[in-house]
């Protein structure tokens, strides 16, 4: 069965500083992969997605994250953040299951230091 | 385009009660997935739809949930009776998916949530 880890649960970095959060999956064959954000009060919204190809994705706010196969990792950067980037962070895998089921990690809690 | 629509944002009720949670999914759309966030368990899925057919209902804890989707427009999550540990946000997501059978997995685009409160 898929799974996902985040194995950061709360992540504090400066204002300006560069990013990477964590996300390791396991998963039989080559997974659907994604990043969500989630700021406070709000719903998860969708900041990148890897189906194939390309394995160094961009997403939305300057986020890109990179699928390493050999590692079974799926991390989450950004060069510069902002105190805006200040959210709950979700990674997940498409389950084989179903075409549509998603699991989600637990989640990285990301604080920003001005 | 509007997004997900959830309803209500928030509710507060006293235990025993029955609790309706509506969710109106992207116009489009044909899959539809309820989910429950709390600090304990973090995000679990609830149940998922799939051209208004329930797919998979594993993760509805017990008898007292239920989920309906009547059209491709509108679903509801039903607690009966609710209890104090159903207190949680719930959330519904939408997205399309090709076919049931393919591995086709598409974003789920996420309401804002309903807080729910049970005292």
């Known amino acids: 069965a898929q799974s996902v880890t985040q194995p950061d649960i709360h992540i504090t970095v400066s204002e300006g500083a560069s990013l990477e959060l964590r996300c390791n999956y396991s998963y039989g064959a080559t997974p659907y992969l994604f990043w969500y954000v989630q700021s406070p009060g709000q719903g998860l919204q969708l900041l990148l997605k890897y189906f194939s190809g390309d394995t160094l994705v961009q997403g939305i706010k300057g986020f890109e994250a990179e699928f390493k196969r050999s590692q079974s990792s799926f991390n989450l950067r950004k060069p510069s953040v902002h105190w805006s980037d200040a959210a709950e962070y979700f990674c997940?895998?498409?389950?084989?299951?179903?075409?549509?089921?998603?699991?989600f990690g637990s989640g990285t809690r990301l604080s920003i230091r001005p | 385009d509007a997004g997900v629509i959830q309803s209500p944002r928030h509710e507060v009720t006293e235990m025993g009660q029955e609790v309706t949670l509506r969710c109106k999914p992207i116009s489009g759309h044909n899959s539809l997935f309820w989910y429950r966030q709390t600090m304990m368990r973090g995000l679990e899925l609830l149940i998922y739809f799939n051209n208004n057919v329930p797919i998979d209902d594993s993760g509805m804890p017990e008898d007292r949930f239920s989920a309906k989707m009547p059209n491709a427009s509108f679903s509801t999550l039903k607690i009966q009776p609710s209890e104090p540990r159903d207190s949680a946000v719930y959330f519904c997501?939408?997205?399309?998916?090709?076919?049931?059978?393919?591995?086709?997995?598409?974003?789920?685009?996420f309401g804002d949530g309903t807080r729910l409160s049970i005292l």
């Open positions: 997501a939408s997205s399309f998916t090709v076919t049931l059978r393919q591995y086709s997995n598409q974003p789920q685009h």
């Open positions: 997940a895998v498409g389950a084989d299951s179903s075409a549509s089921k998603i699991i």
